[in-house]
């Protein structure tokens, strides 16, 4: 049996591999600043929307697995085995629906931020754009960059002895400036390349995982042993999981209850992959609708993986290391990872420093770093997207072109500002499952905002007054469960639960309260008030998508004054003309890296856009056979693994 020592030592190889990982993305943001069309607002927030199926559906996988799933992921599944791969899952399934009734109606209302399309949806007011903007923001803050950071600052410190602070500042700065520099346009070159990284090193750290473990039957017999040494006194603390190898699990007594997860997870899911920024964005850079839901099924077929080369192996690393990444005492816990909740957050990197041979461990390290970086760029391009279309203008109704780009690249240096000193809050307050954070945190405060996407785009009566105030009423419900949540500690193992049944409450069936609270309060609302103008229903509903504004008698559609709009006209148009100066060579160089001196010449490409949702018979019935394919992948795999027999 392995012991708990690592060994960090790192030889030529391992650092040939982690200096060859860093010049490929250097070289690959270099030629994205270079060949994209960075000089207009739409060519650096949509990489110009000239994006094929391939790389789009690998930047939506790479946006979505970040170091949170190397470090969260496998840990929860260390710590409770397969049912947290029912995340994985059910991505399969939603990515399918954002590329059949989504995209289509984001395509058809020719918008580039999805708060700006509830404005279009919605008439004119402000409010549920900037509540939407802000809302997404600080979602991003607690759920997405700061949880990125820490997991990827704990497997640096841990595989390479580094000062946590200082290894994530040299990460952030070459995340920063391969997002700066190029747009989307590098942020989705880059995932491709990390895409394949992740995929090759996560298998290679599968299989000899699972050749360690003595296979499938191998894995069921150990890990269903693995009991700590020093544990509790008449407890089961440390003890696995009765139901370690069922996905779906007891509606009372599971960590996965099947009632919650299909009623209350998989609708709030939906916030997150068809209404998050960060993964509409990427769909809307392809350059056509079969391209768009071509890239969602590759990307649902990736999203099927994740089980088998992250889940498992966290189970592997529990039943190989029990008294290390299945401590069960505060004391043993502390002693190992210094922290008393719980050390299944390292057993990715403790599978990887004792298994993988020299040489192999730097792969695995440029792996992580990849996986945090695709994270970390598509997160800071889309934040920086949403305050500069949605936001900015609202304080500055006059700025042009140039000025948009500049607050765009100076919103992703704040982020970065902002990331760096989140790290120790969220030391406080991430317990011994960093996945089960991520999930229990968007439980509070997504379900709201997927109700109100969900009625936006299937009920044609839904009126901006009744979906404000359902957001309202929802998000206030959320904020103050997790107000408490982070009030009331959870008690250690063995001891009674005296916290209030709102606390107790599994999230997941927090999140049906939460998204039928804000569902039936837009529901009445809406009744009770002004129905929606007809103009603001013109191709922004499945119903409604494909009609042109003539179908109304004596209205024109018409985009609100001060919406902004991504102007495909190079900045240098913008000049007036004046005699030639010579410019400063430092001049030139903020020009280049900004993408201000791309000069619009006749040979220039023009960008692409995606004016229609038209498909051929053939590629329409393609796209809904391949779609179809994933999502009965899924509900396969979610029966297999949920009832119960050992395979």
């Not at 559906?57 to 397969?82: T, Y």
């Not at 000899?208 to 296979?215: D, T």
């Not at 993986?305 to 816990?333: H, N, Q, S, W």
């Not at 004046?578 to 201000?596: L, N, S, V």
Request: aromatic share 12%; proline share 4%.
């Amino acid at each position: 049996e392995l012991g708990s020592s690592m060994s960090t030592t790192l030889n030529g190889w391992d650092i040939f591999a982690v200096v060859a990982y860093f010049i490929l993305v250097i070289a690959i943001g270099i030629y994205a600043t270079w060949s994209s069309n960075r000089g207009t607002v739409k060519g650096y927030f949509l990489a110009g929307r000239f994006m094929t199926f391939l790389p789009v559906g690998a930047s939506v996988f790479a946006s979505n697995i970040g170091s949170e799933h190397f470090i969260g992921l496998v840990g929860s599944g260390a710590a409770s085995g397969l049912g947290v791969g029912a995340f994985e899952l059910d991505a399969t399934i939603l990515l399918q629906v954002l590329g059949h009734v989504f995209i289509p109606v984001y395509i058809a209302s020719q918008v580039s931020t999805l708060p700006e399309y509830m404005e279009r949806r919605f008439g004119g007011k402000k409010r549920i754009r900037l509540y939407l903007t802000f809302l997404s923001i600080i979602l991003y803050i607690f759920t997405k960059i700061s949880v990125n950071l820490y997991s990827g600052a704990l497997f640096i410190e841990k595989a390479l002895d580094w000062n946590m602070y200082s290894g994530i500042v040299g990460i952030l700065i070459l995340t920063a400036l391969t997002t700066i520099g190029g747009g989307l346009t590098a942020v989705i070159y880059t995932d491709t390349l990390q895409t394949a990284i992740m995929l090759i090193g996560a298998a290679i750290v599968a299989g000899k995982s699972m050749v360690k473990i003595g296979g499938w039957q191998g894995l069921m017999d150990t890990y269903r042993s693995a009991i700590p040494n020093v544990t509790y006194e008449g407890t089961t603390c440390g003890y696995p999981r009765d139901d370690a190898f069922t996905i779906l699990r007891d509606p009372v007594s599971g960590d996965i209850p099947w009632p919650g997860f299909f009623l209350g997870q998989f609708p709030s899911s939906t916030w997150y992959w068809c209404a998050d920024q960060i993964m509409v964005q990427r769909v809307l850079a392809a350059k056509s609708l079969s391209h768009a839901q071509s890239a969602l099924v590759f990307a649902g077929y990736l999203k099927l993986l994740p089980l088998l080369l992250m889940v498992v192996p966290g189970m592997v690393a529990r039943a190989l290391f029990p008294d290390t990444i299945g401590c069960a005492t505060e004391e043993t816990c502390m002693a190992f990872c210094n922290s008393k909740a719980s050390c299944s957050n390292l057993a990715y990197p403790e599978l990887v420093l004792t298994i993988m041979p020299t040489g192999l461990k730097g792969i695995m390290i440029a792996v992580m770093l990849a996986a945090l970086m695709s994270d970390l760029t598509s997160i800071f391009n889309s934040a920086s997207t949403l305050f500069t279309i949605d936001v900015w203008p609202q304080f500055r109704k006059t700025a042009d072109t140039r000025e948009l780009l500049v607050v765009g690249r100076l919103f992703v240096v704040l982020m970065t500002v902002i990331s760096v000193l989140w790290i120790p809050l969220l030391e406080v307050l991430q317990g011994g499952q960093l996945f089960v954070y991520i999930q229990s945190v968007s439980a509070y405060l997504a379900p709201p905002i997927a109700a109100v996407y969900l009625l936006a785009i299937t009920c044609t009566w839904i009126n901006e007054t009744g979906a404000f105030y359902g957001l309202c009423t929802g998000t206030v419900v959320g904020i103050i469960r997790m107000i408490m949540e982070f009030s009331y500690s959870q008690p250690r193992c063995g001891l009674e639960d005296t916290r209030p049944v709102v606390v107790t409450l599994h999230y997941m069936y927090f999140a049906i309260i939460g998204f039928w609270t804000t569902a039936l309060t837009t529901l009445l609302v809406s009744k009770l008030t002004t129905p929606p103008d007809p103009e603001h229903l013109v191709n922004t509903t499945v119903w409604t998508r494909t009609i042109k504004a003539s179908k109304f008698e004596g209205i024109e559609q018409e985009v609100p004054q001060e919406t902004v709009q991504l102007s495909d006209v190079n900045v240098e148009d913008e000049k007036t003309e004046q005699p030639e100066e010579p410019t400063p060579y430092y001049k030139k160089a903020y020009y280049w890296i900004c993408g201000f001196s791309d000069i619009s010449t006749e040979e220039e490409q023009p960008v692409i856009r995606i004016n229609n949702i038209y498909q051929s018979r053939t590629m329409k019935w393609l796209t809904r056979a391949a779609s179809a394919s994933i999502v009965a992948a899924g509900f396969t795999m979610y029966i297999v693994f949920s009832t119960g027999t050992d395979l």
